[in-house]
């Protein structure tokens, strides 16, 4: 029997598992076989490669539709009207220009063309914008051509140029902020301009607003949710989410151990066994499981499994990390950019940081969706003078 159980482990972890990583992101394989902190040349190609394939299905889209298609006569329009939305989302923008000798990203047209395909199947009182904060306004030409689509507000170029690229990307965030709230939203959300929404993204994004953060299941009773909250992230780095990253990823892969030294214990159990026969098919079967889970990585498991269903996605505490999809209440938005006044941002103090101790100085929970509803795909930054693998956010050579 145990000859079989070691076949087993063989076959799994030598033979089927290897191949079946090769092309999945965040498993134990390619984290450890990985050397040092950055990734080769072929990483670049292939998220370059991809960018142009998404960027080539956006451009298709956009010359079948045109600016005077429903949707984006919509958009203009709900935006014109300064109805008091429940909703508003701000894609922040700035012009990124080629590295590496690579073309341009123009991840702003994917982003707007995503969005544009979300709206087209809800008639919501969301309202749209982009802000474009580079300056001068008109040298982003990508943001200037779709301004014929979309609603896009442009920082004057007689702002105060600022040196620190860290306390101009503040700026800029209070700036989109302070445009949001002159609609008089219910909520305002701020995406990065290369943050990609997933198809069920103001799906889930309603539910949990209703659900759990205004409202909450207590036994069985739709009650009103009395915690008082600063934002809640859409996003988190991929790389952060795996198993053993907090405790209560250790606790699902416990219990999916348990679960596998059960279906063991069950599975070779024999009449007469030893009682010590048994504990060690239940240790054999909890290693098993443990081990595949881990090996795969959370990511390509039980994050992929939540996505059935709205239900399932969950809302925990958000790390200090990332503002690439970001939902503020318009209360706490307000509150936010004058606390962000107060303060001087520099490459190690970021506006993240920054927000995040508004949430802790004030004593108001951070929360986050998970798995994620945005997708990361910028490589090319905004900030530093390098090129990232945009979903774990290694640096490129």
């Known amino acids: 029997m145990y000859t079989r159980i070691a076949a087993l482990y063989f076959i799994t972890y030598v033979i089927a598992l290897p191949l079946l990583c090769s092309v999945l992101p965040y498993n134990a394989y390619s984290i450890y076989l990985r050397h040092g902190d950055k990734t080769d040349r072929k990483d670049l190609e292939k998220a370059a490669d991809e960018n142009q394939r998404r960027l080539a299905v956006a451009e298709e889209y956009l010359g079948k539709t045109g600016p005077h298609s429903r949707v984006f006569k919509r958009l203009r329009h709900t935006w014109k009207k300064r109805i008091q939305p429940q909703i508003v989302i701000t894609v922040?923008?700035?012009?990124?220009?080629?590295?590496?000798?690579?073309?341009?990203?123009?991840?702003?047209?994917?982003?707007?063309?995503?969005?544009?395909?979300?709206?087209?199947?809800?008639?919501?009182?969301?309202?749209?914008?982009?802000?474009?904060?580079?300056?001068?306004?008109?040298?982003?030409?990508?943001a200037v051509f779709l301004s014929r689509y979309v609603p896009v507000v442009h920082r004057g170029s007689t702002e105060e140029q600022v040196v620190d690229r860290f306390e101009k990307e503040k700026l800029d965030f209070i700036y989109c902020l302070e445009k949001s709230l002159d609609l008089s939203p219910q909520y305002v959300l701020m995406v990065e301009d290369d943050a990609l929404p997933t198809p069920d993204m103001l799906h889930v994004l309603r539910h949990k607003l209703q659900y759990r953060l205004n409202m909450r299941v207590f036994q069985g009773e739709l009650l009103h949710n009395g915690d008082d909250w600063a934002f809640l992230k859409l996003y988190s780095m991929e790389r952060w989410q795996g198993y053993g990253n907090d405790i209560t990823s250790a606790l699902e892969l416990t219990g999916a151990g348990l679960l596998g030294g059960t279906v063991f214990l069950y599975a070779l159990q024999r009449r007469r066994q030893k009682m010590s026969r048994r504990f060690v098919n239940f240790v054999l079967g909890f290693v098993y499981v443990v081990l595949l889970c881990w090996t795969v990585g959370r990511q390509n498991l039980l994050l992929q499994f939540r996505r059935l269903t709205a239900q399932l996605y969950t809302v925990k505490s958000a790390p200090y990390c990332c503002t690439q999809a970001v939902l503020y209440p318009s209360d706490m938005a307000a509150e936010i950019a004058r606390f962000l006044k107060t303060r001087t941002c520099k490459k190690t103090y970021a506006v993240d940081f920054v927000l995040s101790d508004f949430a802790t100085n004030n004593r108001l929970q951070r929360y986050l969706v998970e798995p994620n509803l945005f997708q990361h795909v910028g490589f090319v930054s905004s900030l530093r003078s390098d090129v990232k693998d945009p979903q774990s956010g290694v640096a490129l050579e």
Do not use: S
Request: glycine letters at 2%; a negative charge.
């Open 92 to 142: 922040v923008t700035v012009a990124r220009q080629p590295m590496n000798g690579l073309p341009e990203p123009k991840y702003l047209t994917q982003v707007v063309t995503q969005f544009a395909q979300l709206f087209e199947k809800e008639e919501t009182d969301i309202v749209f914008q982009v802000c474009n904060v580079h300056l001068p306004p008109e040298a982003h030409r990508e």
